[in-house]
T-cell receptor, first 109, second 113 residues
Framework: GIQVEQSPPDLILQEGANSTLRCNFS?????LQWFHQNPWGQLINLFYIPSGTKQNGRLSATTVATERYSLLYISSSQTTDSGVYFC???????????FGPGTRLSVLP | NAGVTQTPKFRILKIGQSMTLQCTQDMNHNYMYWYRQDPGMGLKLIYY???????DKGEVPNGYNVSRSTTEDFPLRLELAAPSQTSVYFC????????????FGQGTRLTVV
C-alpha cells in the first residue's frame, strides 16, 4: 500500500518564527489533506490540497503531485499552533486515507 | 450544520464490557469511516461504509463491528472490550470515496481497564 512520510518528526520554535513541514508519499494520490491535532486531541482540517497551492491566513500549503510531496508553511508561529500536524492521502486502489506519522510542533512563548 | 458528531466524548470500560460509539453526519455524505488513534501515532482505518447497508473492513477491524442502516448514522460496536482497544476513535465522512475532502468528528477517548 501507499506509504506516507513526514518530516521533521519534532519541531520546537520560538513564537514568531516560520517553519516548513514536509509530507512525502510513495504513489499517486487523488486527495491530500493537512490536519492539525491540537493538544486537546481535536482533529482540525487545514487544507484539502491534492495539487497546487492554497493559503489561509498564516498557513499555506503546496502539493507537487508529480513529485509526490506536499509542504505546509507556518509563518509567524503562535503558541496556539502547537500540536501535531498530520498529512493524509488516499491511494488509487481503494485505500481510504493513509495518515503519516505526524510532525509534533511546540511553539514556545 | 453540525458536520460529524460523535458521542460519547469520553468513556471508561471494564474488560469484557460492550459499548457502541455513535457517529452521525448531516452532510448527506455516502461515505463514512471509523479510525482509531493510539497514543503518539497516526490514525488507522477500522471500518468504512460506501452507503446504507454496505460496510467493509479497513486495516484494523478485529474486535469491532459496524452497521449502516441510514445515510446519516454509522455506529461502531465493541463487543468484548480489551485493554488493547484503549484509544481515541474518530469518525469521518466524505462525499466521494477517493479524491474528496474528508470531515472528522471530535473523537471519542476510550479507556479499557
Amino acid at each position: 500500500g501507499i506509504q506516507v512520510e513526514q518530516s521533521p518528526p519534532d519541531l520546537i520554535l520560538q513564537e514568531g518564527a516560520n517553519s516548513t513541514l514536509r509530507c512525502n508519499f510513495s504513489d499517486s494520490v487523488n486527495n491530500l489533506q493537512w490536519f492539525h491535532q491540537n493538544p486537546w486531541g481535536q482533529l482540525i482540517n487545514l487544507f484539502y490540497i491534492p495539487s497546487g497551492t492554497k493559503q489561509n491566513g498564516r498557513l499555506s500549503a503546496t502539493t507537487v503531485a508529480t513529485e509526490r510531496y506536499s509542504l505546509l508553511y507556518i509563518s509567524s508561529s503562535q503558541t496556539t499552533d502547537s500540536g501535531v500536524y498530520f498529512c493524509a492521502v488516499d491511494g488509487n486502489y481503494g485505500q481510504n486515507f493513509v495518515f503519516g506519522p505526524g510532525t509534533r510542533l511546540s511553539v514556545l512563548p | 450544520n453540525a458536520g460529524v458528531t460523535q458521542t460519547p466524548k469520553f468513556r471508561i470500560l471494564k474488560i469484557g464490557q460492550s459499548m457502541t460509539l455513535q457517529c452521525t453526519q448531516d452532510m448527506n455524505h455516502n461515505y463514512m469511516y471509523w479510525y482509531r488513534q493510539d497514543p503518539g501515532m497516526g490514525l488507522k482505518l477500522i471500518y468504512y461504509s460506501v452507503g446504507a447497508g454496505i460496510t467493509d473492513k479497513g486495516e484494523v477491524p478485529n474486535g469491532y463491528n459496524v452497521s449502516r442502516s441510514t445515510t446519516e448514522d454509522f455506529p461502531l460496536r465493541l463487543e468484548l472490550a480489551a485493554p488493547s482497544q484503549t484509544s481515541v476513535y474518530f469518525c469521518a465522512s466524505s462525499y466521494l470515496f477517493l479524491g474528496a475532502e474528508a470531515f472528522f468528528g471530535q473523537g471519542t477517548r476510550l479507556t479499557v481497564v
